[in-house]
């Protein structure tokens, strides 16, 4: 009886082990297939993620060097400055190397552009000559306004400030200007004789930034001007686009420091000690085009001992037109010349 009961109950005991191994294997196979599962979807999640990856960085190429990538990184400034560079062109060209049919222009009709502004260059001290001009040839008030309207020819004395800011010889300027409304004062320039040269350049960059003209002449205040005469001269060179007038010349660089006219870069001229050709410093015209170049590159423009030599070293590297004409040689006293000095 006794043996009999130990066997079933051993029977029972190896039943319940089979199903307990049976519960195990199974749990062990579904396990097995979840991990699987799990394993492969993050698989799938990294091809996915590597191919895009791929798409963004370079369509699945090999990584760069670091070298290359510094070579990439500059490269994209370099472009970045080009496009500056570009767009400043742009701007310059849509200033000042382009005609425009019409442009606003300060106290002008703005649909008819001024023929010519012209800057005589004046200096503290000179009311004479000052007054002895507008007698002659610019005239005063109504004349003066009359002839900008109808001839498209706008006059102005031209002069800087004193080192001295607000003393009796920038008192003495405001004072005459209240009275004849005909200065262009340049209230960033300290006059000077060594700042002649830079105080023509600022003539041209501050006068074709006031008024869009055809011309900008710059004339000394010891010159007397013809001015139907120049005019008419003018309307015929209208269709040159860059165009340099004047009595041209060319002449000796002197390097002793004592002389008149001593060339502190004297020593850039050659061997032979000459100037280029270039226009006398009495009279001389620019068109729209070049005053514009000299407007936008002023900060950038060396001045020489001369402002006649500077003005034509401005352009030598440009494709301009240089017009030799003798009606500009004012110290001539030609016949049918368009200025005179005294």
């Known amino acids: 009886m006794q043996s009999r009961g130990s066997s079933n109950k051993l029977s029972s005991m190896i039943a319940r082990t089979r199903i307990s191994s049976l519960l195990l294997s199974m749990f062990a196979t579904f396990a097995s297939i979840y991990v699987a599962g799990r394993l492969w979807q993050d698989a799938q999640t990294r091809v996915r993620l590597i ?48 005609s425009k049919s019409s442009t606003d222009t300060d106290d002008n009709d ?25 007698k002659a040839w610019m005239g005063t008030g109504a004349a003066l306004k009359k002839r900008e309207n109808e001839k498209g020819i706008i006059t102005r004395f031209v002069i800087g400030r004193s080192a001295n800011r607000g003393d009796s010889l920038d008192q003495d300027i405001d004072s005459e200007n209240k009275q004849t409304n005909d200065f262009f004062i340049l209230d960033h320039h300290v006059e000077a004789p060594k700042e002649f040269p830079n105080k023509a350049k600022l003539f041209f960059a501050y006068a074709v930034d006031k008024w869009d003209a055809e011309y900008y002449a710059k004339v000394n205040d010891d010159v007397y001007v013809n001015i139907d005469s120049l005019g008419a001269t003018l309307a015929t060179h209208l269709d040159k686009p860059r165009v340099y007038i004047g009595c041209m010349k060319s002449g000796d660089v002197f390097s002793e420091p004592g002389h008149k006219w ?28 070049l005053a514009k170049f000299i407007s936008i590159n002023r900060s950038i423009l060396r001045t020489y001992a001369h402002d006649d030599v500077s003005a034509g070293s401005w352009f030598l590297g440009l494709d301009v037109k240089y017009l030799n004409e003798g009606k500009f040689c004012c110290s001539s006293w030609s016949s049918g010349a368009i200025c005179a000095g005294v």
């Open 51 to 98: 191919k895009e990856l791929d798409r963004i960085t370079g369509y699945g190429k090999s990584a760069i060097s670091v070298d290359d990538t510094l070579k990439i990184i500059a490269c994209r400034e370099q472009r970045k400055k080009l496009l500056e560079l570009e767009m400043q062109l742009a701007a310059a060209g849509q200033e000042g190397f382009k």
């Open 110 to 134: 703005p649909k008819k552009r001024p023929l010519v502004v012209i800057g005589i260059l004046t200096r503290f001290g000179r009311k004479n000559n000052r007054d002895a001009i507008r």
């Open 262 to 289: 001593y060339e502190p870069d004297w020593w850039k001229f050659g061997d032979k000690k000459l100037y280029f050709r270039h226009a006398s410093g009495e009279m001389y015209v620019i068109s729209r085009a």
